[in-house]
């Protein structure tokens, strides 16, 4: 088997346990030496376009057993060509990183757990069909709820397929979820001891967004084989601070099953 350097079957174990904790001195932290914390949402510039998203009283999705939803989650990998409304892809953002409260600066509860509250993704939106939205990479805004236009792409459904090694299904999405990580965020609090965590925190995030499909008749399914260079450069993040953890692209699926 080929090694990989700074990896070995040792060390990869060793991530999936929590022996880390008795390693770190938390007292180390930049939480601990009183730094301030990294912004819990990424900045917008002055003139970028904002679309503000539908609010939850307003949305016309329908209501689904929690049961169902359920027992019904599989990974969906043919789309039809429908379109999401803005109502539907509001509830999806929302399901899966929508703000439940404001603490204090450093600290919002959403609708996914996280590890000492840090939330280190963004998500990121590659729009094919969308209701009234032009096709192009946008980013949900949780604290505003509303998405930002990052940039346009020509000809994004073949750049995700080969983003992600082929997976034609991307590119055949209604819309594909892409979230980074920015590891200060959980660093911050966590030093050495952020990194099974932050994988953790994901798993949540793309299961929300699993069962969220389920109630308004569409389907996804989870990546985590992708190209880290060109997803990266798809969004213009620097794959070093930030840069892509998981994606998820989303359809709406056919009732035959
Ligand atoms: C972490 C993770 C990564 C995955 N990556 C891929 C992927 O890159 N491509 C893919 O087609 N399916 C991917 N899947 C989906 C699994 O293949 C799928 O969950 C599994 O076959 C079980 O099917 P089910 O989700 O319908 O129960 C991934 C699932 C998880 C949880």
Redesign the pocket.
Known sequence: MKRIPNISTESGRYFLTDRIREEVDFRGTLQSRGVRPPPIQKPVSLDSTIIRLPDPESWAVPQCELQSAIAN?????RFTADSLSLDELAFLLWSTQGVREELHEAAVLRTVPSAGCRHPFETYLAINRVEGIESGIYRYLPLDHSIVLERDINNLPAYLTAA??G?S?AGQAAVTFIWTVIPTRTEWRYAEASYKVIALDA?HV?QNL?LACEAIGAGT??????NQTLADDLLGVDGVDEFVI??APVGKVSKIR
């Open positions: 989650r599989e990974s969906h990998r992600t090694h997976q299904f798993g793309c699993y399914c989870a990546i985590a084989a992708y998981y994606m």
